[in-house]
């Protein structure tokens, strides 16, 4: 896709967040999809295969959603994934999206909504910032 096509779809502060997804891992998992399937669908055409999840049922054409309580996940859902991530999650979901990664030994990628400290490896990349924990 056209990076500036792909800029306008996604704003750009999600930019190094795909720079970064991309090329590293192959199939990924977003918690919480909520309303903003932009990422998703900018990592699918980046050829990163995605599926999503959320407590409530969310419909996007070509894009897979599963309803999902992270905080009593259906572990086999989310099996042979390379990474789990999620885009401004509640402060409070968070103990639960790492239990999640931790337990499926799973890269795991969060962006939270502001400078929330979330306890994993602070990543810049690009003009992004967002927090990384290593279980792969």
């Known amino acids: 896709m056209n990076l500036k096509l792909e800029r ?3 704003s750009h502060r999600y930019q190094g ?3 970064y997804i991309t090329g ?3 199939y990924a998992a977003e ?3 909520g309303h903003f399937p932009d990422v998703a669908f900018a990592l699918l055409k980046r050829g990163v295969r995605v599926f999503a999840t959320d407590i409530q049922p ?3 054409s070509g894009l897979k959603v ?3 309580d992270i905080l009593e996940p259906d572990f086999p859902a989310y099996t042979t994934l390379d990474l ?3 885009l401004r999650p509640p402060p409070e979901l968070v103990p639960y999206i790492v239990r999640l990664a931790r337990r499926l030994s799973t890269d795991l990628i969060i962006k939270p ?3 929330e400290y979330q306890r994993g490896q602070l990543i810049h990349h690009g003009d992004t910032t967002f927090f990384l924990w290593n279980y792969r």
């Open 8 to 10: 306008q779809n996604c």
């Open 66 to 68: 599963i309803v999902d």
């Open 24 to 26: 590293r891992y192959d």
């Open 17 to 19: 967040l795909l720079d």
């Open 58 to 60: 969310f419909h996007y």
């Open 113 to 115: 909504l502001a400078s």
């Open 84 to 86: 789990i991530y999620s």
């Open 31 to 33: 918690i919480g999809i």
